[in-house]
C-alpha cells in the first residue's frame, strides 16, 4: 500500500465519510481498484461508505469484482441491499438503450466475453446472496420482497443461461432448505459468481424468536421463492420461443423417447439436444430449475 | 408493474399470487423430466379426462379457429400442454364425462400441434380420438369437424381419423395403429364399416371441395394451395383407397358415384380448366399470376393442383372401370337408407349445436 496515494492520505479520519466518497469519485480508477480492495477490508469504512460505492464500482466490472464483494460482506446490509436494488432497477433502463454491436463488451474470466450488462447483473445477485444471508431481521419477507421485485425487473429485460444460472443461484441461496452448490456442468455456470470470504455481522441485528409470525415469515420467504421461479422459468423459455427456434421441444423429444421406431434419423431432436452444446445447455438449467 | 411490486407487504403467503402459466410449465418440464430422464421427481396424477381437458379450457378457451391457437399462443406454452397430454397418455384414457368436451378437447390438441413440422407429434390427437369407446360419439366428432367451415385447419387431421377408422378398425370395431388393409376384418361392430353411416360421412368428407369451388377465381386458387388443398387431397385420397374391391362392396360405394361425379369430380375439372385457361401461356387473362407472381403460382400449380389433378385421374379411371360411365346405371340409395341416413345427420347436428 502507498502512503502517499490520495486514497490512502485522505482515509478518516483525515477527512470525513462524505468527503472521502466524493475523492474516490474523482480519484478512483482500475488501476487503483486493487488498493480499494485491501483499504475495505477495514469494516468500519465500509460499512460507512459501502453503499455509495456500488453505483461507481459497477461500471468497472470485472476489475471491480473483489472490492463489489467487499461491499457486501463489510458494507452495511441493509443500506447497501438498497442500493443493490436500486442498481439492478436502472440496469433494466439501460438495457432500453442497449444497441446491440455498440456496446463494449469487457472480457470476463469465462471462455467468451460476457456483455456488461450480464456481468453486471451476475455480480448484484451474488451481492444479494451475500447481504440477505447477513440481514437478521424479524421480517425477512420485506427485504426478499425487495430484492426479488429488483432481480426479477432486470431479469426479464436479459434472459439468457447466463443470467438465469445466475438467479437460480441466489434463489438457491435464499431457500431455507439450502442445499449445497451442485458441480458445474456448463459453461454457462463458469459465469455464475460466489462470494467464498466470510462476511461481518448486521449491525442492526434483530433476533427473531420461534413465534406464528416467526413461522408467517418462513411460509411468505418460501411462497416469495415460488414465485420468483415460476416468473424467471416464465422468462426463461419465452425467450427462445420463436418460430425459428426449436425451444425446449419437449413434444417431439417424449415421443421419441417412447417410441424410438418412429425417430427421424436426420430430424430427431432427440439427437439434436444431446449433441448441441447450446440445446444440452437448457435441459441442464431445465434440470436445476425443476430440483430448485 | 410487477406483482411482486406490493404496495403493501403481503401478510400471508395466501397474499402472493403463483402466476398459472408459469406453473403449468413447471409442470411440464417435471413431466418431460420423469420421462426422458427418468428424474424422479414426483408428478401428479393428471388424467386426460376430466383434469387435462379442464387445464387446455383455462389456458386456450374455446378452440374457434385453429390457428388463432396455433399461431397466436406461445409456442412454449403449446409444447407444455402437448408434453403434459403424451404424459397423461401414460395412463389408460378414462371415458370422457361429456361428448362435448371429447369434442372440444381433440380440437384445442390438434390445434396445439397443428404447426409441428414431427408427424410424431401430429398424430397425438388420433390416439385421443380412436380411444374413445363409442364408436358414435367417434363419428359424430369427426363429422362435426369436418362439416365446420371454422375447422378447416383440422379438416386433414379429421380425414386421417376417419381413414383409420375405417381401413385399420379390428373385429371389435376398435381401431388398432400401425396396421394394414389385410388386418381388417368387416364386422358388423364398427358404423364406420356401415353403408349408410359412410354416405351420412360423405358430403362433409368433401366439405373442403365445395369450399374451393365456391369462391372467385383468384380467391380458390388461394385458398387451395395455402389451405385446403391438403384437405381436398387426403379426403380424394381416402376416396380411392375405398375403390379397392373389398371396402366397395362393403361401403356400398357405387351409390355414391353419382354425388361424387357432380359434387366433387366435375367441379374440380372445371376449376382447373378454368386456372389453367387463365394462364398467360394460353392466352388468358393471368390473374393468379398477377396476383400472387409468376413463380408462386407456377410452384402452386405443379404441387397442388396438378398432384390433385393426377388423382382425380386415378380415381375417375378406377370409376369409369368398375361402375361405367353413365350414372343411370348405378342403383341409389333406397327410401329406407335416406332416412336413416337423415336420422344420422340429424343426431349429428343436434350435436354440433351444443
Same mark, same amino acid.
Given at each position: 500500500m502507498n502512503p502517499d496515494d490520495p486514497l490512502v492520505q485522505a482515509l478518516p479520519p483525515a477527512t470525513d465519510y462524505l468527503t472521502y466518497c466524493t475523492i474516490l469519485e474523482y480519484q478512483l480508477t482500475r488501476d487503483r481498484l486493487p488498493l480499494l480492495h485491501q483499504l475495505l477490508q477495514d469494516e468500519r469504512l465500509t460499512t460507512n461508505i459501502g453503499w455509495d460505492l456500488v453505483k461507481l464500482l459497477l461500471p468497472m466490472l470485472p476489475a471491480s469484482t473483489e472490492c463489489l464483494h467487499d461491499v457486501a460482506r463489510l458494507g452495511n446490509p441493509r443500506e447497501v441491499i438498497l442500493r443493490v436494488a436500486d442498481a439492478l432497477l436502472q440496469l433494466n433502463s439501460e438495457i432500453d438503450n442497449f444497441e446491440p454491436g455498440k456496446e463494449e463488451e469487457v472480457p470476463s474470466e469465462g471462455p467468451e466475453p460476457l456483455p456488461a450488462h450480464i456481468l453486471q447483473f451476475n455480480c448484484l445477485v451474488a451481492m444479494l446472496s451475500v447481504l440477505h444471508s447477513r440481514i437478521q431481521t424479524k421480517s425477512?419477507?420485506?427485504?426478499?420482497?425487495?430484492?426479488?421485485h429488483a432481480a426479477l425487473e432486470a431479469y426479464m429485460s436479459m434472459p439468457c443461461d447466463e443470467t438465469t444460472l445466475s438467479f437460480l443461484e441466489f434463489l438457491r441461496d435464499l431457500s431455507p432448505n439450502k442445499r449445497p452448490a451442485p458441480t458445474p456442468r456448463a459453461p454457462s455456470e463458469s459465469s455464475v459468481l460466489r462470494v467464498a470470504e466470510k462476511s461481518a455481522p448486521d449491525p442492526e441485528a434483530e433476533v427473531a424468536s420461534p413465534s406464528p409470525a416467526a413461522e408467517n415469515e418462513t411460509a411468505l420467504v418460501h411462497k416469495f421463492l415460488q414465485f420468483a421461479l415460476l416468473e424467471l422459468l416464465k422468462s426463461y423459455l419465452l425467450h427462445f420461443s420463436s418460430p425459428t427456434d426449436p425451444g425446449m421441444s419437449w413434444a417431439v423429444r417424449i415421443q421419441e423417447h417412447l417410441h424410438p421406431s418412429l425417430r427421424m434419423p436426420d430430424q430427431s431432436q432427440t439427437e439434436a439436444y444431446s449433441s448441441t452444446e447450446e440445446l444440452k445447455e437448457r435441459d441442464m438449467i431445465m434440470g436445476t430449475i425443476v430440483v430448485c | 408493474m410487477h406483482p411482486i411490486d406490493f404496495e403493501d407487504p403481503p401478510k400471508s403467503p395466501d397474499d402472493i399470487p403463483l402466476e398459472r402459466h408459469g406453473c403449468l410449465l413447471l409442470l411440464a418440464a417435471r413431466a418431460a423430466g420423469a420421462i426422458m430422464f427418468a428424474s424422479g421427481h414426483p408428478m401428479p396424477d393428471i388424467p386426460i379426462f376430466p383434469h387435462l381437458y379442464k387445464m387446455f379450457d383455462s389456458f386456450l378457451g374455446e378452440t374457434h379457429n385453429l390457428d388463432e391457437v396455433a399461431y397466436g399462443q406461445p409456442q412454449a406454452l403449446l409444447d407444455a400442454l402437448v408434453a403434459l397430454t403424451i404424459h397423461s397418455m401414460q395412463q389408460s384414457i378414462a371415458v370422457p364425462e361429456d361428448e362435448i368436451g371429447f369434442k372440444r378437447f381433440v380440437i384445442a390438441l390438434t390445434a396445439c400441434t397443428a404447426r409441428q413440422s414431427h408427424a410424431i407429434v401430429r398424430q397425438i390427437p388420433a390416439t385421443i380420438v380412436h380411444s374413445h369407446p363409442s364408436q358414435m360419439a367417434r363419428f359424430k366428432l369427426i363429422h362435426s369437424i369436418l362439416a365446420n367451415d371454422r375447422l378447416g385447419a383440422a379438416w386433414e387431421s379429421a380425414i386421417s381419423w376417419l381413414k383409420e377408422e375405417i381401413i385399420h378398425a379390428d373385429s371389435a370395431g376398435t381401431v388398432l395403429r400401425d396396421r394394414t388393409h389385410s388386418d381388417v376384418r368387416f364386422s358388423a361392430h364398427t358404423i364406420f364399416h356401415d353403408p349408410v353411416y359412410f354416405w351420412a360421412m360423405v358430403p362433409p368428407l368433401f366439405h373442403s371441395v365445395k369450399t374451393v369451388t365456391a369462391e372467385g377465381l383468384v380467391e380458390s386458387w388461394m385458398h387451395l394451395i395455402e389451405t385446403q388443398g391438403s384437405a381436398v387431397h387426403a379426403a380424394l385420397n381416402l376416396y380411392y383407397l375405398l375403390l379397392s374391391e373389398s371396402f366397395?362392396?362393403?361401403?356400398?360405394?357405387?351409390?355414391?358415384?353419382?354425388?361424387?361425379?357432380?359434387?366433387?369430380?366435375?367441379? !374440380?375439372?372445371?376449376?382447373?380448366?378454368?386456372? @389453367?385457361?387463365? !394462364?398467360? +401461356?394460353?392466352? /388468358?387473362? /393471368?390473374?393468379?399470376?398477377? +396476383?400472387?407472381? %409468376?413463380?408462386?403460382?407456377?410452384? /402452386?400449380?405443379?404441387?397442388?393442383?396438378?398432384?390433385?389433378?393426377?388423382?382425380?385421374?386415378?380415381? @375417375?379411371?378406377?370409376?369409369? *372401370?368398375?361402375?361405367?360411365? *353413365?350414372? +343411370? *346405371?348405378?342403383?341409389?340409395?333406397?327410401? *329406407? @337408407? %335416406?332416412?336413416?341416413? +337423415?336420422?344420422?345427420r340429424k343426431k349429428v347436428e343436434e350435436f354440433e349445436r351444443e
Open positions: 425477512p419477507s420485506r427485504f426478499i420482497a425487495t430484492s426479488l | 366397395r362392396t362393403r361401403l356400398q360405394l357405387a351409390k355414391t358415384v353419382p354425388f361424387f361425379r357432380t359434387q366433387v369430380l366435375n367441379p !374440380l375439372r372445371k376449376l382447373f380448366r378454368d386456372f @389453367e385457361a387463365d !394462364l398467360p +401461356s394460353h392466352g /388468358g387473362d /393471368g390473374l393468379i399470376q398477377s +396476383s400472387v407472381g %409468376e413463380e408462386m403460382c407456377a410452384i /402452386g400449380n405443379a404441387r397442388t393442383v396438378g398432384v390433385i389433378g393426377l388423382t382425380l385421374d386415378q380415381i @375417375e379411371e378406377t370409376l369409369n *372401370d368398375v361402375f361405367g360411365t *353413365d350414372d +343411370s *346405371d348405378l342403383k341409389g340409395y333406397s327410401e *329406407d @337408407e %335416406e332416412a336413416r341416413a +337423415s336420422e344420422i
